[in-house]
């Protein structure tokens, strides 16, 4: 049987996706990461829900000073460099790493979804280093302990990229848990809640 083309309607449910995806780039990696890193407090670290919520918004509080030109994401990785010798980075994605062929439809669309990406993958940057930063400066983090929710937070991730789990159990570990909840991005277009990221 010859290859399987999509259709019309297959093509424009995935620009449609495309598009939202784009929209909210700047709001869907902070309800994920948010996630990500409270439900890693709650299983490496213990932490309930007080202390989720307390790094939580200091990580808020950062940011708000990092829109303020107030800190730098230069400054904080130094500052967890300097502590668990080892930081977070941020690492561009370029053209370079589509593997479709050149020319092709698949091409097109991963080129479209770069820009989105790049946004994606700059706030999660920040929100780890903020959530780090957090651990140092309210509960004396140091190397060991950081390290430990690192690679603990490595696995999930790995986890996530492998489909072996989604966000939205880790959301409901934390309702179930904790009682934290964390809302969902709102599409700035429509005003829809919910995400592919976070499978809300």
Request: proline letters at 1%; aromatic letters at 12%.
């Given at each position: 049987m010859g290859k399987r083309h999509l259709t019309p309607r297959e093509i424009m449910a995935q620009c449609n996706h495309i598009a939202r995806e784009s929209r909210m780039c700047n709001r869907t990696p902070w309800t994920a990461m948010g996630i990500?890193?409270?439900?890693?407090?709650?299983?490496?670290?213990?932490?309930?829900?007080?202390?989720?919520?307390?790094?939580?918004?200091?990580?808020?509080?950062?940011?708000?000073?990092?829109?303020?030109?107030?800190?730098?994401?230069?400054?904080v990785s130094k500052r967890l460099m300097d502590k668990a010798d080892w930081t977070v980075e941020y690492v561009e994605y370029t053209e370079a790493d589509?593997?479709?062929?050149?020319?092709?439809?698949?091409?097109?669309?991963?080129?479209?979804?770069?820009?989105?990406?790049?946004?994606?993958?700059?706030?999660?940057?920040?929100?780890?280093?903020?959530?780090?930063?957090?651990?140092?400066?309210?509960?004396?983090?140091?190397?060991?302990?950081?390290?430990?929710?690192?690679?603990?937070?490595?696995?999930?991730?790995?986890?996530?990229?492998?489909?072996?789990?989604?966000?939205?159990?880790?959301?409901?570990?934390?309702l179930e848990e904790t009682g934290v909840v964390f809302e969902p991005p709102i599409d700035p277009l429509t005003q829809t809640a919910g995400s592919m990221m976070t499978g809300m």
């Open positions: 990500i890193c409270g439900y890693t407090l709650l299983k490496s670290e213990g932490f309930k829900a007080q202390r989720i919520v307390r790094v939580t918004n200091c990580v808020g509080e950062m940011e708000k000073r990092f829109d303020q030109g107030k800190i730098t994401v230069e400054e589509i593997r479709a062929k050149k020319g092709s439809y698949q091409y097109w669309l991963d080129q479209k979804q770069l820009a989105p990406q790049n946004a994606i993958n700059k706030q999660s940057t920040r929100y780890m280093l903020f959530m780090f930063a957090a651990l140092m400066d309210e509960f004396g983090y140091g190397k060991d302990r950081l390290t430990r929710v690192q690679e603990f937070m490595n696995n999930l991730l790995l986890d996530y990229q492998q489909d072996k789990v989604t966000v939205m159990e880790w959301h409901k570990a934390l």
